[in-house]
């Protein structure tokens, strides 16, 4: 009887019908594939994973971050969303096997203005009893602009504790130059708006408010007066005097009236740090020299409450963690956490930006680059902000500094950044730019390298060996020397198919260096709106597979080892490629090839029996692999075909005889056991002709 070989060819192919993708692979799990000078590659089963975590995390884990301070300490910054129905978010840190909560915490006050002004001195004393006390380690933000003293207050503000019901902060102007109140007054006053019916000039009274006509007004507290509401940049009209302008609503007034905005109080957005202040100090507590040194009364400070978010933008500087959340709220600062410092919790960088949608540390030069940034608090989608070399708290360019901005030209808004190399990379919706640092005056050139390529979220690119690989809305992309290709896909219709479309946020691409695997994780329809399918892309031997497997978050080999990724089911952080099992449970490892036609003619073929050849270990290791063989027979390529099997198959098995006959027949090869690994070699089969059909 003649004999024959099961050669297969390498990668997995959806978009091909079982009969036509004969000698491939068309279904798959878990699986891998290895160079091989013979026939292109050879499948074997994925590498398994164990916890790096001993417990599981608060909640689901959105973003993943490795760094190593200067005292050797390797750490995993780990950035969750929302807990529950409490809407708090935690940020934290694993350090040796120690999980620390350094969550930004926050208050968001709404008090009358009751602010104090010395003639000549920027410093001011703003009393808030019901925040318990706010000490040196905390920032206000000012989110309605008060006017004192002849002063403008709006923005951020680092604060000086003074005691449990008042604090102190210094007027400063963009730049950080301190400003001198011009007569000592005391309480303040928040904007009033008065329209007119049937008009949509709305006049604005701020006391000394210091705009020019032309200038952008923001109103940060949405306001409704006259039947109009307020919200957003406005562009001031006209100066009626000092203390008086107006601007434009967007819609005609129903009638004459006057508000205040936010109902006459300031409000108040507190970042707390939770620095730890001594008992029985004066320095600090109260003015300066107010008691002597060592005595005073020691301020209690506010821990405030967590922040919510629903992602997080990570990266070290250094030894400094940084970190951006991204929760839809008015407030998205940069925060940074320095484990040597002793802070308990990440803090606000005050010079920062107050809202961002991301960011990224930039090189060759250390710069925070932001995007979906702000100058005046309300988010611009398309503005990238970055702060000067070295110093991330300045970001207002001056002529010498480094620090800048650039307003992306193209799209209705930038998706995601990343550092890539030699470059900085800018997705919008519908483009890609890229972030080339020149060096002054203009710092950084931007040039679209790609149209109609934009990208699907914002974590759906990453770079591997040079090159740089992205989802879009229905295609992959490469951006390499070469300039920006498409990637074809034979598992478009595994993906883009089956992709919820309503949680496309949740896409989360993945590197694995070790293998030249770069995966994106995808939410699939009907299934929770969760993380809970993958497919990959071998960027060496250019072939697909895909699979099952959820993970919310992920980084590549980094000083913590190999590739770590979240599961948002389990809440355990996962090491992968320490195992040959799911953390110590089996894995669902197979391929399905297409159907193999055995003969071409009308005739039946009988097959007897098969030979298996495989790896049934790692290289000097156990050979203790147990692996299930599937045959599926059928004469039509459309009937439901008639299984045999599965047979197991180890090391000892030199055939089996499945004995059947038909036209087409396809292989399900894959195990189930714990604690073995494989990889399909060269299996052959006795066959000969059986009939007429």
Same mark, same amino acid.
């Given at each position: 009887m003649p004999h024959a070989s099961v050669k297969l060819r390498p990668g997995v192919d959806i978009t091909a019908t079982p009969a036509l993708n004969e000698a491939g692979i068309s279904a798959c799990n878990l699986v891998r594939f290895v160079f091989d000078p013979i026939v292109g590659a050879l499948s074997q089963k994925l590498g398994g994973w164990t916890k790096f975590y001993g417990s599981t995390t608060a909640s689901k884990a959105r973003s993943l971050w490795a760094w190593e301070d200067t005292n050797a300490n390797a750490r995993l910054a780990v950035g969750m969303e929302n807990i529950g129905v409490t809407g708090q978010a935690q940020l934290a840190v694993v350090t040796s096997g120690i999980l620390s909560d350094i969550t930004p915490r926050s208050i968001t006050d709404n008090v009358t203005p009751n602010f104090t002004t010395v003639s000549g001195s920027p410093t001011i004393t703003v009393v808030d009893a019901t925040t318990g006390g706010i000490t040196s380690f905390d920032t206000v933000y000012i989110e309605t602009h008060v006017s004192v003293g002849g002063l403008i207050l709006f923005g951020l503000y680092p604060t000086t504790g003074s005691g449990a019901t008042s604090y102190t902060i210094n007027a400063q102007d963009i730049f950080g130059n301190l400003l001198p109140a011009l007569s000592s007054t005391s309480p303040g006053v928040v904007a009033a708006f008065t329209t007119t019916n049937a008009i949509n000039l709305v006049s604005v009274a701020l006391t000394a408010h210091g705009f020019l006509a032309g200038d952008t007004y923001p109103i940060l507290v949405?306001?409704? +007066?006259?039947? +109009?509401?307020?919200?957003?940049?406005?562009?001031?009209?006209?100066?009626?005097?000092?203390?008086?302008?107006?601007?434009?609503?967007?819609?005609?007034?129903?009638?004459?009236?006057?508000?205040?905005?936010?109902?006459?109080?300031?409000?108040?957005?507190?970042?707390?740090?939770?620095?730890?202040?001594?008992?029985?100090?004066?320095?600090?507590?109260?003015?300066?020299?107010?008691?002597?040194?060592?005595?005073?009364?020691?301020?209690?400070?506010?821990?405030?409450?967590?922040?919510? #978010?629903?992602?997080?933008?990570?990266?070290?500087?250094?030894?400094?963690?940084?970190?951006?959340?991204?929760?839809?709220?008015?407030?998205?600062?940069?925060?940074?956490?320095?484990?040597?410092?002793?802070?308990?919790? #990440?803090?606000?960088?005050?010079?920062?930006?107050?809202?961002?949608?991301?960011?990224?540390? #930039?090189?060759?030069?250390?710069?925070? +680059?932001?995007?979906?940034?702000?100058?005046?608090?309300?988010?611009?989608?398309?503005?990238?902000?970055?702060?000067?070399?070295?110093?991330?708290?300045?970001?207002? #360019?001056?002529?010498?500094?480094?620090?800048?901005?650039?307003?992306?030209?193209?799209?209705?808004?930038? +998706?995601?950044?990343?550092?890539?190399?030699?470059?900085?990379?800018?997705?919008?919706?519908?483009?890609?730019?890229?972030?080339?640092?020149?060096?002054?005056?203009?710092?950084?050139?931007?040039?679209?390298?790609?149209?109609?390529?934009?990208?699907?979220?914002?974590?759906a690119a990453a770079t591997l060996n040079g090159s740089t690989y992205w989802m879009g809305a229905s295609q992959f992309f490469l951006l390499s020397g070469d300039g920006v290709s498409p990637i074809p896909c034979p598992l478009w219709d595994v993906i883009f198919q089956d992709l919820d479309t309503t949680r496309t946020d949740r896409i989360r691409v993945a590197v694995n260096a070790r293998f030249g695997e770069i995966s994106w994780f995808y939410p699939s329809k009907n299934d929770g709106g969760e993380v809970n399918s993958y497919v990959k892309y071998n960027v060496f031997l250019q072939q697909w597979d895909y699979g099952t497997m959820s993970r919310s978050a992920w980084i590549d080999q980094s000083v913590l080892g190999p590739p770590i990724g979240a599961d948002p089911e389990s809440l355990y952080l996962y090491q992968h490629e320490t195992s040959t099992d799911a953390d110590g449970q089996p894995m669902d490892s197979f391929i399905q090839t297409g159907y193999y036609a055995m003969s071409e003619a009308d005739v039946k073929t009988f097959v007897d029996q098969v030979w298996p050849d495989m790896k049934w270990g790692y290289y000097g290791g156990a050979q203790n692999a147990t692996v299930n063989l599937t045959f599926n027979v059928a004469d039509y390529a459309g009937q439901t075909p008639t299984t045999f099997g599965p047979y197991p198959l180890t090391q000892s098995t030199t055939f089996i005889s499945p004995r059947f006959r038909g036209r087409l027949v396809s292989l399900k090869i894959g195990s189930s056991d714990t604690g073995s690994f494989w990889r399909i070699g060269n299996i052959r089969y006795r066959l000969q002709q059986d009939g007429k059909f």
């Open positions: 949405s306001t409704t +007066v006259g039947g +109009v509401t307020l919200f957003g940049n406005y562009v001031i009209q006209t100066i009626v005097d000092a203390n008086h302008f107006t601007i434009n609503s967007q819609a005609l007034a129903t009638s004459s009236t006057t508000a205040s905005i936010n109902s006459g109080n300031v409000r108040f957005v507190y970042s707390i740090g939770i620095g730890a202040i001594p008992a029985s100090t004066g320095y600090g507590v109260g003015g300066y020299g107010d008691g002597g040194y060592g005595t005073g009364t020691a301020v209690v400070p506010n821990t405030g409450t967590p922040i919510s #978010a629903t992602d997080w933008s990570l990266d070290n500087w250094g030894q400094v963690l940084i970190s951006n959340p991204v929760n839809g709220t008015l407030l998205q600062p940069i925060y940074q956490w320095d484990a040597l410092s002793g802070q308990p919790i #990440a803090t606000i960088i005050p010079a920062g930006p107050p809202l961002n949608d991301g960011m990224f540390v #930039a090189m060759p030069q250390r710069q925070i +680059v932001a995007w979906g940034s702000t100058f005046t608090g309300i988010q611009d989608p398309l503005l990238i902000r970055w702060c000067d070399v070295n110093d991330y708290n300045s970001w207002i #360019a001056t002529p010498t500094n480094q620090a800048g901005s650039y307003r992306v030209p193209k799209g209705s808004k930038i +998706v995601g950044c990343v550092q890539g190399p030699q470059q900085g990379l800018v997705w919008t919706d519908v483009n890609v730019y890229s972030m080339q640092y020149i060096g002054p005056p203009f710092v950084y050139s931007f040039n679209e390298v790609g149209a109609s390529c934009g990208m699907i979220s914002r974590k």
